[in-house]
């Protein structure tokens, strides 16, 4: 027996009304406060792509609005022509670090000192474990090559270091940065080296 053809009729239910495929209606945007995405960027440092902890850290999103929100904030630093860190790959990732992120390592230890968090919003391509333990690596290699000085040391609980006494070598690395790019404390820590930007203005 030939098949029937089935008709492109709507199907029509026992009252007489036809059936028409509902659509899934699309979910609304989420709004995001600025205090939502300081803490989503601050937790994007610590925990790229891992969007359940994200969210945890953030509290007031669900993982899944995190991830929309993570996935935007991505296109958006890559149309800005900003690095942005890889997807992971399952295993260990790798540690090697590029001459660029290196650079940018420095700048932010001269900035912000063992502040690990901070260091790795200026680095932007690792995380904040990661540049901890890139850390440990270059301050043992200025131990090796009699750099020893240049290692900032831990800070102390309950008080700044800037209260500390400083050496007669950092004195004299202040005055040579000092000379050479006046009250841009950034550039000055940069050559003193031991010491953060904040810490540096208040010496001066």
């Known amino acids: 027996m030939a098949r029937k053809k089935q008709s492109s009729r709507p199907k029509w239910s026992v009252l007489g009304v036809a059936r028409v495929p509902l659509k899934r209606p699309r979910a609304p945007k989420v709004h995001w406060t600025p205090d ?25 999103k669900t993982p899944r609005q995190t991830q929309g929100h993570g ?21 260990r990732q790798s540690e090697h670090w590029t001459a660029e992120e290196h650079e940018r390592f420095l700048s932010g230890l001269s900035i912000h000192g063992r502040h690990w968090v ?20 270059y301050f043992k290699r200025l131990q090796r090559e009699g750099k020893a000085d240049l290692i900032p040391p ?19 690395r202040f005055l040579v940065g000092l000379s050479a790019h006046g009250r841009q404390w950034v550039e000055v820590a940069k050559v003193v080296r031991t010491r953060t930007s904040k810490q540096i203005e208040g010496y001066a």
């Open 36 to 60: 939502e995405h300081e803490r989503f960027v601050t937790a994007f440092t610590l925990y790229p792509r891992k969007w359940k902890k994200i969210a945890e850290y953030v509290g007031t």
């Open 71 to 91: 996935e935007y904030y991505l296109k958006q630093l890559e149309r800005a022509g900003e690095e942005v860190p890889p997807p992971e790959k399952p295993g």
């Open 118 to 137: 901070e260091v790795a919003k200026v680095v932007r391509t690792k995380t904040s474990e990661q540049v901890c333990g890139h850390a440990v690596n």
């Open 154 to 172: 831990p800070e102390k609980r309950g008080g700044a270091r800037g209260n500390e006494q400083w050496t007669a070598e950092e004195h004299g």
